[in-house]
């Protein structure tokens, strides 16, 4: 008889996991309510900003994460990252200028920028080689959970309670993350820990990039390019169809992540990444077309459903990948080139999105429809490289 696998939801496992729904919780809970926020202050030419300088601080604060996650430690930089959402979401009832409120979101992107760089390689530690998929996806059903509760919640208090409040809630989240973080074991060897100095922060080109996840890297860049059109986007096209909730949209693509996620973790693990990948980016593609007809909350609706397959079957895989790629003893850079990836991805689509939009509703199917492009991309590279891109090669 052969031993059953031991349990993949051990006590570290689960924290993790609990920490990372607050963590999503806390961030993505303000998101639906930024666009009217900002424009409020006089601001509404710059929405795309919102997202844009978001992930401009994550990208470049997620060298430095990587190198200090594989120097300092797991937990400290998991901490970190949820330190700054817990201070950002004080300070923005306290600012009431345009460009206060662009700074402090490019310092919030800092805490995007730090902990999932931290969580993803504390994954690579604890889960054996072969339930690298199972866990991502594990842990991505809290953290796509918090993520779709996060939108609905931030909402309701905004049209209950006010913004402010919305905002301290958010801040009270992330202190929770906090204090979860502060209970984990250390998993990086005492061997490979470096005393804390300025010298951490020189980073170079090896710092920066891990050549073996290329292939990630370039399949991350063109599948988010839609996550930062849509995050950009929904709000405005929410109140177009007709829809009071702008966190709806969020709310039920994440919803559909997270029952992909629950019955299929482990299909990367069985059928492979590549095979999965395609076929995730065939269905965010079909998700983005719809996006452009998008005229009616049926199509609005449906659009979300198939977003929600085509991410809770990618960013599982994409991590997986990743982790089968990268340097066994610099997963933190391996895990952060796949996330610099991610947020230029996630910036260059907001950023675009916003200047195409300007406000104007007509203008509001082409950001959709070049992310659909993008999309067919990804299909077609991990297509036609598939041989080659299942080595690593």
Not at 80 to 108: A, E, K, N, W
């Given at each position: 008889m052969?031993s059953?696998?031991?349990?993949?939801?051990t006590?570290?496992?689960?924290?993790?996991?609990?920490?990372?729904?607050l963590?999503?919780?806390?961030f993505?809970?303000?998101?639906?309510?930024?666009?009217?926020?900002?424009a409020?202050?006089?601001?509404?030419?710059?929405i795309?900003y919102t997202i844009?300088l978001f992930?401009?601080?994550?990208?470049?604060?997620r060298p430095?994460?990587g190198?200090?996650?594989d120097h300092?430690?797991?937990i400290p930089i998991m901490?970190?990252?949820?330190?700054v959402c817990?201070?950002?979401?004080?300070?923005?009832?306290?600012?009431?200028t345009?460009?206060?409120?662009?700074?402090?979101?490019f310092?919030?992107g800092?805490s995007t920028g730090t902990?999932?760089?931290?969580?993803?390689?504390?994954?690579?530690?604890?889960?054996?080689e072969?339930?690298?998929?199972?866990a991502?996806?594990?842990?991505?059903?809290?953290?796509a959970?918090?993520?779709s509760i996060g939108p609905?919640?931030?909402?309701?208090?905004a049209s209950?309670?006010?913004?402010?409040q919305?905002f301290?809630?958010?801040?009270v989240?992330?202190?929770?993350?906090i204090?979860?973080?502060s209970?984990?074991?250390?998993?990086l060897p005492?061997?490979?820990?470096?005393r804390f100095?300025l010298?951490?922060f020189?980073i170079?080109?090896?710092?920066?990039?891990?050549?073996?996840?290329?292939p990630v890297?370039?399949?991350?860049?063109?599948?988010?390019f839609?996550?930062?059109?849509?995050?950009?986007?929904?709000?405005?096209?929410?109140k177009?169809v007709?829809?009071t909730?702008?966190?709806l949209?969020?709310?039920?693509y994440?919803?559909?992540?997270?029952v992909?996620?629950?019955?299929?973790?482990k299909a990367?693990?069985?059928?492979?990444?590549?095979?999965?990948?395609i076929?995730?980016c065939?269905?965010?593609?079909?998700?983005?077309?719809l996006?452009v007809?998008a005229?009616n909350s049926?199509?609005l609706i449906i659009?979300?459903?198939?977003y929600?397959?085509a991410?809770?079957?990618?960013?599982?895989?994409?991590?997986a990948?990743t982790?089968?790629?990268?340097d066994?003893n610099?997963?933190?850079?391996?895990?952060a080139?796949m996330?610099?990836?991610l947020?230029?991805?996630?910036?260059?689509g907001a950023?675009?999105?916003?200047?195409?939009?300007?406000?104007v509703?007509s203008?509001i199917p082409i950001?959709?429809l070049?992310?659909a492009?993008l999309?067919l991309?990804?299909f077609?590279?991990?297509?036609?490289?598939?041989r080659?891109?299942t080595?690593?090669i």
């Amino acid at each position: 008889m052969t031993s059953a696998k031991p349990s993949l939801y051990t006590l570290s496992f689960l924290l993790l996991c609990l920490s990372n729904f607050l963590f999503s919780a806390s961030f993505s809970m303000i998101i639906p309510e930024l666009p009217d926020y900002l424009a409020s202050l006089g601001g509404k030419e710059y929405i795309g900003y919102t997202i844009a300088l978001f992930t401009l601080a994550a990208g470049f604060s997620r060298p430095f994460s990587g190198k200090l996650t594989d120097h300092i430690g797991r937990i400290p930089i998991m901490a970190f990252g949820s330190l700054v959402c817990f201070i950002c979401g004080g300070l923005y009832p306290l600012m009431h200028t345009v460009q206060g409120f662009l700074f402090l979101r490019f310092i919030h992107g800092m805490s995007t920028g730090t902990k999932p760089t931290a969580t993803a390689a504390y994954v690579a530690d604890i889960i054996p080689e072969d339930r690298r998929g199972e866990a991502q996806g594990g842990l991505g059903i809290f953290t796509a959970t918090g993520m779709s509760i996060g939108p609905a919640i931030g909402s309701f208090l905004a049209s209950t309670y006010g913004l402010d409040q919305m905002f301290y809630i958010s801040s009270v989240f992330a202190l929770a993350s906090i204090l979860i973080v502060s209970r984990m074991k250390e998993t990086l060897p005492k061997a490979m820990k470096s005393r804390f100095s300025l010298s951490l922060f020189r980073i170079g080109w090896k710092d920066v990039f891990e050549p073996k996840v290329i292939p990630v890297f370039w399949v991350m860049l063109f599948v988010s390019f839609s996550a930062g059109a849509m995050i950009t986007l929904i709000p405005d096209t929410s109140k177009v169809v007709g829809w009071t909730n702008k966190g709806l949209y969020f709310t039920i693509y994440t919803v559909s992540s997270i029952v992909i996620r629950f019955f299929f973790s482990k299909a990367s693990d069985q059928y492979g990444r590549i095979p999965v990948l395609i076929f995730g980016c065939f269905m965010l593609s079909v998700s983005m077309f719809l996006l452009v007809f998008a005229a009616n909350s049926y199509l609005l609706i449906i659009s979300a459903i198939i977003y929600g397959i085509a991410w809770g079957f990618n960013t599982p895989t994409l991590a997986a990948w990743t982790n089968d790629l990268g340097d066994k003893n610099h997963m933190g850079r391996a895990m952060a080139t796949m996330y610099i990836a991610l947020e230029a991805g996630i910036g260059i689509g907001a950023y675009v999105s916003g200047e195409i939009y300007q406000g104007v509703a007509s203008q509001i199917p082409i950001p959709f429809l070049l992310a659909a492009l993008l999309s067919l991309l990804a299909f077609l590279l991990l297509w036609t490289k598939k041989r080659n891109w299942t080595y690593g090669i």
